[in-house]
């Protein structure tokens, strides 16, 4: 098994693929997944839509035609996805973008879009929403359906590189996390798609799309008849530390700023090493 990861790592994650993560922020790593892993992530996505946790959403307007569905967190009672995340490629891939020597977990949704969803993902960055600092982290975004081009993530290349903008909710459009003024706001990015040099691509099951938390990004509803279901993983590295905030991130996690404190190093049972340069 570990020979086949090596492979497969040295055929997906190459030194090309790296520079370019560096200076896009964002990179797609094609077929990267065996069938029997997409099997094993689909088979977790589906009974996490039957037995959502407390932390799950929908994150579509009551008129729209479509659903998007979203839950965080909840790796510990879905035995496929910890199985897909000790066994799969995704920790390995992590570390080889980022140069780090460990990396661990921040976050694992997951997410779904049923046929006919209107609602777009609004262009943002992940990090503000987050209660971490320091650059050496990588989003994961994994398809278990083919998606098309219109309905993928779309990426502002080299906006890894700031600055840091308001984090607003989705359908209100509220500055719920850091105070309103305190960080400047969004550039109308849509009504400009052409002045901005965007990025994305129409993958299949066995794909994965890897952006740093403060590339700016956003995607299209799904169309017709197609499903988007998906699974993300948030990946942290070397660098990154503790940043309490004093108001609830996304996700939140009650009492962490007690037993790690503000710059301390992630090392806490919430985010257990994944992967390790040494092996």
Request: glycine share 6%; proline share 9%.
């Amino acid at each position: 098994m570990l020979e086949d990861l090596r492979a497969r790592l040295a055929s997906a994650v190459t030194p090309e693929l790296i520079e370019a993560f560096r200076r896009d922020g964002a990179v797609c790593v094609r077929n990267i997944f065996r069938e029997e892993e997409v099997a094993m992530l689909r088979e977790g996505i589906d009974r996490n839509l039957a037995t959502p946790s407390k932390r799950a959403k929908v994150a579509s307007r009551l008129d729209d035609p479509g659903w998007f569905f979203e839950d965080f967190c909840n790796w510990r009672a879905n035995d496929a996805y910890r199985r897909f995340i000790a066994e799969s490629a995704a920790p390995a891939v992590a570390g080889a973008l980022m140069s780090c020597e460990t990396v661990r977990p921040l976050s694992r949704p997951c997410a779904r879009e049923e046929p006919n969803t209107r609602q777009r993902t609004p262009w943002h960055q992940d990090q503000p929403y987050y209660n971490i600092a320091g650059s050496d982290n990588v989003s994961m975004w994994i398809p278990v359906d083919p998606v098309a081009r219109e309905s993928t993530l779309e990426f502002v290349a080299g906006s890894q590189r700031g600055p840091w903008l308001m984090p607003r909710t989705f359908m209100e459009n509220e500055a719920k996390w850091f105070p309103e003024g305190s960080l400047a706001d969004l550039p109308d990015i849509e009504a400009n798609h052409d002045a901005y040099p965007i990025v994305g691509w129409a993958l299949e099951p066995g794909d994965m799309v890897c952006f740093n938390m403060l590339t700016l990004h956003a995607s299209g509803g799904v169309a017709g008849n197609e499903r988007r279901r998906a699974f993300s993983i948030r990946i942290i590295g070397d660098d990154v530390r503790h940043a309490p905030r004093p108001w609830r991130t996304s996700p939140e996690f009650p009492g962490l700023a007690s037993v790690l404190p503000d710059g301390a190093p992630m090392d806490h049972p919430l985010f257990p090493v994944l992967w390790t340069a040494q092996g």
